[in-house]
């Protein structure tokens, strides 16, 4: 999850093809610079480094005198020392000093350049981004482009396919095609693996490189070489890059149901989502029996909207805690239902991540909703946006976020209240099978917030808009009044509580 101010392989940033992404399941903060604190009266900088780390830097600068051309100049190892100082002190947890560095000499030598012979500033890029990506799967560093497409991404406008991916096992794994755009018309799924852009082999490259390789002119074409689970061969997709503009709230009335989507956490969805609200309540009127927020394959957003989707549907009580190495704090409800505590059905499955977790587990932790469908994916890290003086920026993890109840989120996602999952039961990967994934600490839960469970197939459920069976259940359950009416329509007995 991203916050706002109040690239290497196996690594999950949030990236869109064509763009630096909302995250994956990605909440993000605000940004912000580097800061002054005070103790006892004394001014101090936390940013200032002890002999030790001087000396670490020492051995980086030795590094990049080896490999950098005659005539570098001072910019790009003050680039370096920002950076440096910036990971050390607000990473979500404390890292040794050679272990940073020793990642930022890796990268440099990955270059296998001649003595002498390369850029200072090119050798710094590759170092930070070395050692943010060594961190954990979500961390990066965002070159000045980069970060400008950050900010236009979580304005809910940039170009590209249309698609969240990663990098696994040397291919470039799409994550959650976003809704109504080039990606998801041609037919990608999560889940697929692409091997080859335009017949060039993706093998050795960096998220960043695979990203970059994707992005276009809008309206030019990139072939994409697909391998999906369960199809014996590789088969190739052609996408026409567009510009792409995320609406990320879409609203109907599914008879007496109000059914709200939202596919991505970007700057204007509690303010959408409110309208959309007014809107149903008006056109469905006294008849309404509630509401079904779908969160399927939203990889999650900003922070602060996660924050007040949920104050939405909350009339008191946490929304979620967060927690780092600097500081903690708890969003707390505001006064006013604007449901006016109509049921709720929340929709997830493994691609809902960050943003929407937080906005399920708190409606789940309140007893204000009933989660529905399969057990989501478990990223429950914050990731600050953080502008360097010299340009570009930092994509780092410095946080971790928990449910009202204290349940940690971080690689263990959220366990639905019905369980509506594929027939096979096929699984996913999610955040604890990747690669540097962070493990949260575990928080005792209350009593309370162990939930039954029932688990359902889909064909157990009634059709819904394009053969949408999940839906369908979650619109019975809306219908039917109680979960016991509910499962007794569908001929199932309800589950006892797990153990």
Same mark, same amino acid.
């Given at each position: 999850?991203?916050?706002?101010?109040?690239?290497?392989?196996?690594?999950?940033?949030?990236?869109?093809?064509?763009?630096?992404?909302?995250?994956?399941?990605?909440?993000?903060?605000?940004?912000?610079?580097?800061?002054?604190?005070?103790?006892?009266?004394?001014?101090?900088?936390?940013?200032?480094?002890?002999?030790?780390?001087?000396?670490?830097m020492?051995?980086?600068?030795?590094?990049?005198?080896?490999?950098?051309?005659?005539?570098?100049?001072?910019?790009?190892?003050?680039q370096?020392?920002?950076?440096?100082?910036?990971?050390?002190i607000?990473?979500?947890?404390?890292?040794?000093?050679?272990?940073?560095?020793?990642?930022?000499?890796?990268?440099?030598?990955?270059?296998?350049?001649?003595?002498?012979?390369?850029?200072?500033?090119?050798?710094?890029?590759t170092?930070?981004?070395s050692?943010?990506?060594?961190?954990?799967p979500?961390?990066?560093?965002?070159?000045?482009?980069?970060?400008?497409?950050?900010?236009?991404s979580?304005a809910?406008e940039?170009?590209?396919?249309?698609?969240?991916?990663?990098?696994?096992?040397?291919?470039?794994k799409v994550?959650?095609?976003?809704?109504?755009?080039?990606?998801?018309?041609?037919?990608?799924?999560?889940?697929?693996?692409?091997t080859?852009?335009d017949?060039q082999?993706v093998?050795?490259?960096s998220?960043?490189?695979?990203?970059?390789?994707?992005r276009?002119r809008?309206?030019?074409?990139?072939?994409?070489?697909?391998?999906?689970?369960?199809?014996?061969?590789?088969?190739?997709?052609?996408?026409?890059r567009?510009i792409?503009?995320?609406?990320?709230?879409?609203?109907?009335?599914?008879?007496?149901?109000g059914?709200?989507?939202v596919?991505?956490f970007?700057?204007?969805?509690?303010?959408?989502?409110?309208?959309?609200i007014?809107?149903?309540?008006?056109?469905?009127?006294?008849?309404?029996k509630?509401?079904v927020?779908?969160?399927?394959?939203?990889?999650?957003?900003?922070?602060?909207?996660?924050?007040?989707?949920?104050d939405?549907?909350?009339?008191?009580?946490?929304?979620?805690?967060?927690?780092?190495?600097?500081?903690?704090?708890?969003h =707390? *409800?505001?006064?006013?239902? !604007?449901?006016? %505590? @109509? #049921?709720?059905? /929340?929709?997830?499955?493994?691609?809902?991540?960050?943003?929407?977790?937080i906005?399920?587990?708190a409606?789940?932790d309140?007893?204000?909703?009933?989660?529905?469908g399969?057990?989501?994916?478990?990223?429950?890290?914050?990731?600050?946006?953080?502008s360097?003086p010299?340009?570009?920026?930092?994509?780092?993890?410095?946080?971790?976020?928990?449910?009202?109840?204290?349940?940690?989120i971080?690689?263990?996602?959220?366990?639905?209240?019905?369980?509506?999952?594929t027939?096979?039961?096929?699984?996913a990967r999610? =955040? *604890?099978?990747?690669?540097? !994934?962070?493990? %949260? @600490? #575990?928080?005792? /839960?209350?009593?309370a917030?162990?939930?039954?469970?029932?688990?359902l197939?889909?064909?157990d459920?009634?059709?819904a808009?394009?053969?949408?069976?999940?839906?369908?259940c979650?619109?019975?359950l809306?219908?039917?009044?109680?979960t016991?009416?509910f499962?007794?329509?569908?001929?199932?007995?309800?589950?006892?509580?797990?153990?």
């Amino acid at each position: 999850m991203t916050t706002t101010p109040n690239r290497g392989s196996n690594a999950l940033a949030a990236f869109f093809a064509g763009t630096l992404a909302l995250a994956l399941a990605s909440c993000t903060s605000n940004e912000f610079s580097m800061s002054r604190g005070s103790l006892h009266g004394i001014v101090a900088d936390p940013y200032a480094m002890p002999g030790s780390a001087e000396s670490e830097m020492q051995r980086f600068e030795a590094t990049l005198a080896e490999f950098a051309a005659p005539g570098s100049g001072p910019e790009p190892r003050q680039q370096f020392a920002d950076a440096f100082r910036r990971v050390r002190i607000d990473y979500v947890r404390e890292v040794r000093d050679d272990q940073l560095v020793d990642a930022a000499i890796r990268g440099v030598r990955s270059l296998n350049a001649p003595p002498h012979s390369m850029a200072s500033t090119q050798l710094v890029e590759t170092a930070l981004d070395s050692m943010l990506t060594s961190l954990d799967p979500h961390s990066a560093y965002l070159t000045p482009d980069e970060l400008r497409e950050v900010r236009a991404s979580n304005a809910g406008e940039f170009g590209g396919l249309g698609i969240e991916v990663a990098m696994e096992d040397d291919a470039i794994k799409v994550v959650s095609p976003i809704e109504d755009t080039p990606a998801s018309r041609s037919g990608l799924k999560a889940g697929d693996l692409i091997t080859h852009l335009d017949q060039q082999s993706v093998h050795g490259f960096s998220l960043v490189q695979a990203v970059a390789k994707m992005r276009g002119r809008p309206g030019s074409d990139v072939k994409l070489t697909v391998k999906r689970p369960g199809v014996d061969r590789a088969f190739d997709v052609t996408v026409t890059r567009a510009i792409i503009r995320v609406q990320s709230v879409r609203a109907r009335a599914e008879g007496n149901v109000g059914y709200i989507r939202v596919t991505s956490f970007t700057e204007k969805v509690e303010t959408d989502v409110a309208k959309e609200i007014a809107r149903l309540e008006a056109s469905i009127g006294p008849d309404l029996k509630g509401y079904v927020l779908d969160l399927r394959n939203n990889p999650g957003g900003l922070l602060d909207q996660a924050v007040a989707l949920s104050d939405i549907f909350l009339d008191e009580g946490a929304i979620v805690s967060i927690r780092g190495r600097r500081d903690s704090r708890a969003h =707390e *409800a505001r006064s006013g239902d !604007a449901a006016h %505590a @109509l #049921p709720i059905v /929340v929709l997830v499955n493994r691609g809902s991540a960050s943003a929407s977790e937080i906005v399920a587990a708190a409606l789940q932790d309140h007893g204000r909703a009933q989660i529905m469908g399969v057990r989501t994916f478990g990223k429950g890290t914050v990731q600050t946006i953080m502008s360097l003086p010299r340009g570009g920026g930092l994509r780092m993890t410095t946080q971790l976020y928990y449910s009202p109840a204290g349940r940690a989120i971080q690689g263990q996602g959220i366990d639905p209240d019905i369980a509506v999952g594929t027939d096979d039961g096929a699984e996913a990967r999610r =955040e *604890a099978d990747l690669p540097g !994934a962070i493990a %949260a @600490l #575990p928080q005792p /839960v209350r009593p309370a917030a162990r939930r039954p469970q029932t688990a359902l197939r889909e064909a157990d459920c009634p059709v819904a808009g394009t053969d949408d069976r999940p839906l369908g259940c979650a619109l019975l359950l809306l219908r039917s009044g109680s979960t016991a009416t509910f499962l007794a329509s569908l001929g199932k007995p309800e589950t006892a509580p797990r153990p």
